[in-house]
Nanobody
Framework: QVQLVESGGELVQAGGSLRLSCTAS????????ITWFRQAPGNERDFVATIDWSGSHAYYSDSVKGRFTVSRDNARDTVYLQMNSLKPEDTANYYC??????????????????WGKGTLVTVSS
């Protein structure tokens, strides 16, 4: 069983930055790819970014490419999502998810094995 806890979400002005963290309580964290999704009220859960077990490969949605960076520290069982140049349309609940397979561009909610409960990011204009 893998438990994931997101943190770092808060209210920020447009153009600002935030760093989200996803910390896992599992000894085999290195075996999992980690993916970030986000969900705004009334919308579906959308893919944001994903990173493989080693941190060597990552893939981003077009909407965040060039602004967000995903990284991981396997010694701390933590994945980070650095979000820069935030826009009001980035406002959503952000979830991290773990999967035994690194899906890259094919990352979908249905392919994830474990989920966190989310952290709220609000970007004011």
């Amino acid at each position: 069983q893998v438990q994931l806890v997101e943190s770092g979400g808060e209210l920020v002005q447009a153009g600002g930055s935030l760093r989200l963290s996803c910390t896992a309580s599992v000894r085999t964290f290195i075996n999992y790819a980690i993916t970030w999704f986000r969900q705004a009220p009334g919308n579906e859960r959308d893919f944001v970014a994903t990173i493989d077990w080693s941190g060597s490969h990552a893939y981003y949605s077009d909407s965040v490419k060039g602004r967000f960076t995903v990284s991981r520290d396997n010694a701390r069982d933590t994945v980070y999502l650095q979000m820069n140049s935030l826009k009001p349309e980035d406002t959503a609940n952000y979830y991290c998810a773990a999967s035994r397979i690194y899906y890259s561009r094919d990352s979908r909610p249905a392919g994830m094995n474990y989920w966190g409960k989310g952290t709220l990011v609000t970007v004011s204009s």
